[in-house]
Every structure is written in structure tokens, then in C-alpha cells.
């Protein structure tokens, strides 16, 4: 009966700790049960609500970073002109996922700021994203050319992200 | 010279404080109504020596004293007198000085107005309002001390930032703080209470009109902060959940739920441990939101490293202050004995179902401001939790609060019978939906959310309106005499019918800015003209035009309506050299029910076409005016409530 009069004290403590550990902790990537599995099955219109969207099939053939993104996003911001930038040095294809935004907020987005992406799958509900385990905006992902995610990243990519992480990889999965 | 002064009574508030601590704390912990007494002189001496350290800072801004390091980093000479007073708080040091300065003229409040307060209770009070400024004042002299000095001096300032140089922003902070803080007191009563172990109708009856104070000033503060947004950002929307504005709706949702449950403890001594929960809640809320935001913690918590002194000391305070309590909350809560028992369906069980809505709302919106810091924090991630996570889970919390907003107050103390209420509830329903459905007609699109909304608001008004006429007995008694009843109305009751009238019309100016919005983006050139929602818009061109501060560029819309003229719309960017940053200035012309609301944008290239937006927001200027008049239902009970204690003729006779 009383137990519960201390519930509030030890959820503020737990809420405590973590900030502490915050203060110390070195930052670190978050393992995704999804690697060197295949991409999940789906398929997702495009901006103009056309079928020639994003699906499962477009993975094939090459090695692709996949970009989870949208409008509202302020970090997304932050790692565009990254991606414009990998865009404009055609390494690696990019796909990009608008992860519940509007088509048209996308759009004139993208319009504003520059589109990165060879295609774009608009996945309003977020139901593609569950699927492929996303936390939040922006998230982005390597696949490799058979289809397989042989990388992930939470949060904003950034130039030692993508160094460190992505493009040693992106050699190893070959064309 | 003044600064030191300033930099002085700093010091001397904080032994004032930790004096008024100690006697406040132990003289109710021994019940000594001789310690007890001691506290109302401390407490008047720390809101002496807070005052003249807060005059000497605003003395410093006014005389652009750049030997003063705050005033170098957030001011300048040519900034217009009235940036430079409200530059006072528009920084982390002077927001921290102004936030204890208010909690100090809270404590003079409850020294001025508490004066047959039990003086155990009221020291009680006093001594945890005294902790609270010991350690707000630590910080403050440790690690945020506005009147550190400069030398050499610099010739002048860095600015300020322009997006805070507007009059709507520009008192934002006091409001909010007066809010913030008001939850303190209600926090220190509560505590008080649990030290003493008395927390009963009385005790209630005595905390409500400062939670109503906090709660009024906080939606005050809150409704500004959205003002603002929507007028200077230039994106046509009034609320972003934005980690800031979340920060500020936190402790509004448990304070609204606070607001509600005590009255619950003042007429049934029902509720009493949650009653003290949600009072620390409320506060720690504010607290937490406090510092979240002034510590850039929410956007960054590596903000919390690059300060590590900070970043330790904030959570040393935030520990000491919401783990005490709560510590105490749980030693001390289990003892309260709860008093009246109501069946499900009675007054108290629909407050009950109002306080789980508002707190699971509360959790939401603190889940998805925090989890980007959590995340970060644990891994180093940054993520952005964005509307669509506020709409899916808040919106759902809050229409069926709208629902029961409608019923709740129909339903009588204990245990209701549920027939004869929906009985006389079916009429609000019809009417509801009738203004509803016309509304719909009249307005742009058919969304059935839209609907949906509008019905909820329309709901709650007619509900609202009809208990206010079932009080009046309109109708079927002669109207004189329903007129000496309106007079007659008890404060509280008037109160609550005015916030919540204040609540359905913001909700349907909510309702219909969001979903039947009508926006345009174009290139427009000088001559050219469009038609947006039966307005016919008339681009005339750009000039430049100069500020004290700042250099604009004026575009001059001309809106007509049906072949006559209505209104001229002059949407300014404008460029602040020293802070060398742009700024928005929307144009808005309102008919009360709708806002045509003009942006431009920049240039592409010279004599190029020019980026306008244009927006129709149906209702937009509701959402204000609901705000403003649920702050006034809150006064108007706080008023009342004042004149209401005494024993009406001997009222009649003083006035």
C-alpha cells in the first residue's frame, strides 16, 4: 500500500541518473536487430502520389543510403547539405523516405533546399518505418547491393559519421 | 559603483534567504509559533535586498553600462529604451535574477495578504520559499552572476536578439515566470502542509487563490509566447511543440489539474496525497522547464557539459528541491487520511477523469520533449520528436477532456444520478451540433476532424451557457429576479464559467486555424495581384525603410473585397546590422473571425519576382481571445474569492 506513495521518488531518481550519466557518458551508436538482414518488404508512393515511389526491389543492384527524413525535422536540417554533397559526388545512391510529413511540405522542402535523393518513397503513416525499425528523424541506413542493411545510424549524419562508419563499409559491400 | 551595490544585496538576499530557511523550516517542524513569526521580517528583508539588485541591473541596461559583462553581451547603445529594460531578463543571468526576484514578491505576497494564515502553516511556507531562493541565489552568485564586470570596457554592445526586440516577446518572460513561480507557493504550502501533517479543506481553501494566481498568469504567459510565434515567425502557425513551448505547457497541464483537484480536498477532503503530488508536480515542472530551456539543455544536452558547473549545480538543485519533496511526499503522504467517499459518477469522479486526462497529456508531451534529450544523452543521437508525435497522442487526451468539460459541471457533489444530467444535456448537444454543422458550411473544407472539433467547442460553450442559465433560473422566474441571481453568482462559479466559455472558443479558433488554413506560396512581382479566400490582394512592390535599429525591407499589399477596399498590408523582413540577423515582421488584417496574414520572403535576384506567402486563418484570432478570457475567469474567481471570506454585510458596510 505504501510502496506506492514512493513511485514518484523513483521514477525522479531513475530521470536523475540518466541526466549523470548524461554528464559522463561517451557517445555511442545504437545496434540495430535489423543488420545484415534483408530490407523489409514495402512499397511507397512518390511525392506526386504515383506508384514509382520506394520499394523493396529498388535496393537491388548497387549499394544505397537510405535517408528517413522529414519538413519538420530541425536536425534533418543540420545533415542536408552532407547529403546534397554525397549526392553531388555520385558515390553511393540515396534513397530517401518522407517519414510522416505532408507530400507537399516535402516538396517545397526539398524545393527550398535542394533534393539529394535519387528516390524518394513518401511513407505518411509510418508504417514503412516501423518496419525497418526507425526511432525518430533523421535515420539513415546502408544497403548493400544484394538488399541488405549492412548499416545504421540514429540521429544526424555527420561527415565523421559518414567517414568512420559508412564509407568504410561502403567498400566493403562492393558494387 | 552601482553594480557592486547590486552584486552586494545579492549576497546579503542570499543570507537573508538562508535565514529565513532555517526559521521558516524548524520553527514548523517544532511548531513554534515564536520561530514561525520570524519569518515574515526575513521575508520582507530577502524581497528588499532582490529588489535593489534587480534596479541596479535594470540600471545598468538603461545606461548602457558595457563595464558590466551581461550588458556588453545582450545590449547595445542604439537599441530603443524599451529592449533595453526588457534586455534585463532576455538573458541567462538576468531571467535567473528576475525568477528569484518574483519568488521574493511571492513571499512578500504571503507575508502582505497571508496575514491570518496559521502562523505555523505560513513560516512553514515561507522557510521552503527561503530554500528555494538560497539555492537560486547559490547558483546565481556561482556560476550566473549578472554583475560581473568588464576591463577593459568595449566601446559598445553585441545586441540583443532581434527576434526578442518585440513587445509580444518582450514580456513574455515575467508572465511566464510570475506562473512558474506561482506554482512555488502553491509547492511550499504543500510542503508545509506535509511537515505539519495537516492538509485538509482549510488548507485548501487557503492554497487554491495562489494556484489560481499561478495558473491565470502562466496562461497569460503561454497565450503571448503563441501570439508572438504566430506573428513573428511568418509561418503562419501558433503553436510548434517546440521543446520550449513545451516546457511552459507542462507545468499548465498539472497545474490545470491541480487547479481542479483542490477544490475537491476544500469541499470533500477527498484527494488529499494526490492533491500534494500534483502540487510538486506542478512545480517541478516549472523547475525542470526552467532550466531545461535557460541551459539550452533541450536543444543540446552537450549544453549541460560545456558549462559543467552549471550542468552539475542545475542538477544538484533540481535533485535537492523535486527529491526532497518528493522523499517527503513519501514518508509523510501515507499518514493523510482521506475524508469523503464519492461514487464513479459524481462531481468528484469526473475532476478524477479531468486530472487523468491533463496528467497522461502532461506524461505525452513530456515524453516526446525529453526523449530526443534521453536519447542524446545515452548515445549521443539527435533526433527530432516533431507534431505528428504531439498530434497522435495529445489531440486524442484532449477531445474527450473537451467532452467532459461539458458534463463535469452538471454533476453534483458525492454521487450523481447519470439520466437527469444527460437529460438536460441533450439540448447543448442539438445546439452544438447545429453551430457546428453551420459553421462547417460556412467554412472552408468538410474534414469530419474539422467537424468534429467545432462540435467539441461548440459543446462545451452551450454547456457552459445552459448552467449558467439553469443557475439564473432564466425563464421561470421573473428576469428581475434571475438578474439579482446573476449578481448573486458565487465567484468561483462565474470563474469557472468564463474560463471554461474562454477554453470552447479557443478550442474552435484551434480547430478551425489548423484544419481550414488556406495558404499560397508565389513569386509575385510589383503590379500583380491574386485572390486568396474572396480577397483580391494587390502586390504594389518593395521599399527600404529604416529602424533605430535596423533596416527594412516594406512590401505594400492592397486587399480588397469585393471591388472595395479594405485594408493596406505592409509585411516587412528586416535586417539588424550589429546582431547582423534578419527578421519577419508579418502583416495581419483581422475581422475577429479570420486573419489575412502576409509574409514576404527574399529576393532571388535583383528585379526578380518575390517570395510572398499569403494564409487565410479562419478563427485564428480566437485562440487569443480564448486564452485571455480563460485568464480572466481565473481573476475573477481570485477577486471574488477575496471579497467572499468576509461575511457579507460587513463587506457591504467597508465598501
Given at each position: 500500500m505504501r510502496a506506492k506513495f514512493f513511485l514518484p521518488l523513483v521514477l525522479f531518481a531513475g530521470l536523475v541518473a540518466v541526466f549523470l550519466f548524461g554528464l559522463r557518458l561517451d557517445p555511442s551508436r545504437v545496434p540495430s536487430?535489423?543488420?545484415?538482414?534483408?530490407?523489409p518488404a514495402f512499397a511507397l508512393p512518390d511525392l506526386e502520389g504515383g506508384e514509382d515511389g520506394l520499394k523493396?526491389?529498388?535496393?537491388?543492384?548497387g549499394p544505397t543510403l537510405v535517408n528517413f527524413f522529414a519538413?519538420?525535422?530541425?536536425?534533418c536540417l543540420v545533415e542536408h547539405p552532407l547529403l546534397l554533397r554525397l549526392g553531388h559526388e555520385g558515390r553511393v545512391r540515396i534513397f530517401g523516405v518522407a517519414y510522416k510529413d505532408k507530400p507537399e511540405d516535402t516538396a517545397r522542402w526539398l524545393a527550398e533546399r535542394g533534393n539529394p535523393y535519387d528516390r524518394i518513397g513518401v511513407d505518411r503513416t509510418g508504417r514503412a518505418a516501423i518496419e525497418w525499425g526507425v526511432?525518430?528523424?533523421p535515420e539513415s541506413y546502408l544497403v548493400d547491393g544484394?538488399?541488405?542493411?549492412r548499416w545504421k545510424h540514429v540521429g544526424v549524419l555527420t561527415p565523421e559519421v559518414w567517414e568512420e562508419d559508412f564509407l568504410p563499409r561502403l567498400e566493403g559491400v562492393g558494387k | 559603483m552601482i553594480p557592486e551595490i547590486g552584486h552586494y544585496a545579492l549576497v546579503l538576499a542570499l543570507f537573508a534567504a538562508g535565514t529565513q530557511a532555517i526559521l521558516g523550516l524548524f520553527g514548523t517542524a517544532r511548531k513554534d509559533a515564536y520561530w514561525a513569526l520570524a519569518t515574515g521580517p526575513t521575508a520582507s528583508t530577502l524581497f528588499l535586498f532582490l529588489a535593489i539588485a534587480f534596479l541596479a541591473l535594470t540600471h545598468a541596461f538603461v545606461v548602457s553600462d558595457f563595464s558590466v559583462w551581461t550588458v556588453a553581451n545582450y545590449?547595445?547603445?542604439?537599441?530603443?529604451l524599451l529592449y533595453k529594460l526588457t534586455g534585463?531578463?532576455?538573458?541567462h543571468e538576468g531571467s535567473m535574477l528576475l525568477w528569484v526576484f518574483i519568488l521574493a514578491i511571492y513571499g512578500q505576497a504571503i507575508v502582505s495578504f497571508g496575514k491570518k494564515l496559521p502562523p505555523v502553516l505560513r513560516a512553514g511556507a515561507l522557510g521552503v520559499l527561503g530554500l528555494l531562493a538560497a539555492g537560486f541565489l547559490l547558483f546565481i552568485l556561482f556560476t550566473?552572476?549578472?554583475?560581473l564586470r568588464l576591463d577593459?570596457?568595449?566601446?559598445?554592445g553585441r545586441g540583443f536578439n532581434p527576434l526578442l526586440q518585440d513587445p509580444g516577446l518582450a514580456f513574455h518572460p515575467p508572465f511566464l515566470y510570475l506562473g512558474y513561480v506561482g506554482f512555488a507557493a502553491a509547492f511550499a504550502f504543500a510542503i508545509a502542509g506535509l511537515l505539519e501533517g495537516k492538509i485538509d479543506g482549510a488548507w485548501a481553501r487557503r492554497v487554491r487563490p495562489w494556484v489560481l494566481v499561478a495558473w491565470s498568469f502562466l496562461t497569460i504567459g503561454i497565450g503571448l509566447g503563441s501570439w508572438w510565434a504566430y506573428y513573428?515567425?511568418?509561418?503562419?502557425?501558433?503553436?510548434?511543440?517546440d521543446p520550449v513551448e513545451n516546457a511552459s505547457l507542462l507545468p499548465w497541464l498539472a497545474g490545470t489539474a491541480l487547479l481542479h483537484s483542490i477544490g475537491v480536498v476544500e469541499?470533500?477532503?477527498?484527494?488529499k496525497s494526490w492533491v500534494v503530488l500534483l502540487a510538486i508536480l506542478a512545480f517541478s515542472l516549472s523547475l525542470i522547464g526552467t532550466f531545461l530551456v535557460r541551459s539550452g539543455v533541450l536543444v543540446s544536452v552537450h549544453a549541460f557539459a560545456t558549462d559543467p558547473a552549471r550542468g552539475v549545480f542545475i542538477l544538484g538543485l533540481l535533485a535537492v528541491a523535486i527529491g526532497g519533496s518528493l522523499a517527503l511526499f513519501a514518508w509523510r503522504a501515507p499518514k493523510l487520511k482521506a475524508e469523503g467517499s464519492f461514487a464513479p459518477i459524481s462531481r468528484e469522479g469526473g475532476l478524477l477523469l479531468n486530472n487523468l486526462l491533463l496528467v497522461t497529456a502532461a506524461a505525452s508531451v513530456f515524453l516526446g520533449t525529453l526523449y530526443p534529450l534521453l536519447l542524446d544523452t545515452l548515445s549521443g543521437e539527435k533526433v527530432s520528436v516533431g507534431p505528428p508525435f504531439f498530434n497522435a497522442t495529445v489531440l486524442p487526451l484532449l477531445m474527450p477532456l473537451l467532452l467532459a468539460m461539458g458534463i463535469g459541471p452538471f454533476l453534483p457533489w458525492k454521487?450523481?444520478?447519470a439520466m437527469p444530467v444527460l437529460r438536460r444535456l441533450w439540448i447543448a448537444g442539438i445546439v452544438a451540433l447545429a453551430a457546428a454543422g453551420a459553421a462547417a458550411a460556412l467554412g472552408s473544407g468538410k474534414s469530419p476532424l474539422a467537424l468534429l472539433g467545432l462540435w467539441l467547442a461548440a459543446w462545451l460553450f452551450a454547456g457552459t451557457f445552459f448552467l449558467v442559465l439553469e443557475r439564473l433560473r432564466l425563464f421561470r422566474l421573473p428576469w428581475k429576479e434571475s438578474f439579482r441571481r446573476l449578481r448573486g453568482l458565487p465567484a468561483d462559479f462565474l470563474g469557472m464559467a468564463i474560463a471554461h466559455g474562454g477554453i470552447a472558443v479557443l478550442a474552435a479558433g484551434v480547430t478551425a486555424a489548423t484544419l481550414w488554413q488556406t495558404e499560397k506560396i508565389l513569386a509575385m512581382t510589383p503590379g500583380e495581384s491574386v485572390t486568396i479566400a474572396g480577397y483580391d490582394l494587390r502586390f504594389e512592390g518593395v521599399e527600404l525603410v529604416a529602424g533605430p535599429n535596423y533596416e527594412a525591407e516594406r512590401a505594400t499589399f492592397h486587399a480588397e473585397k469585393n471591388g472595395k477596399p479594405v485594408a493596406t498590408l505592409t509585411p516587412e523582413r528586416r535586417y539588424y546590422p550589429i546582431e547582423r540577423q534578419w527578421t519577419t515582421e508579418a502583416a495581419i488584417y483581422t475581422t475577429g473571425f479570420a486573419d489575412l496574414y502576409t509574409v514576404i520572403g527574399e529576393?532571388?535576384?535583383?528585379?526578380g519576382p518575390r517570395t510572398v506567402r499569403l494564409y487565410h486563418n479562419p478563427l485564428a484570432p480566437w485562440i487569443w481571445i480564448g486564452a485571455l478570457l480563460a485568464a480572466l475567469g481565473g481573476g475573477v474567481s481570485l477577486v471574488g474569492r477575496g471579497r467572499g471570506r468576509r461575511p457579507p454585510k460587513a463587506a457591504r458596510g467597508k465598501a
Open positions: 536487430p535489423l543488420l545484415d538482414r534483408p530490407v523493396t526491389a529498388d535496393f537491388l543492384g519538413s519538420w525535422c530541425l536536425p526511432y525518430g528523424v544484394e538488399g541488405r542493411i | 545590449s547595445h547603445s542604439a537599441k530603443p534585463v531578463w532576455g538573458n550566473s552572476n549578472p554583475f577593459p570596457a568595449p566601446q559598445d513573428e515567425l511568418g509561418w503562419g502557425g501558433f503553436w510548434f511543440w469541499k470533500r477532503g477527498a484527494l454521487k450523481a444520478d529576393q532571388a535576384r535583383a528585379d
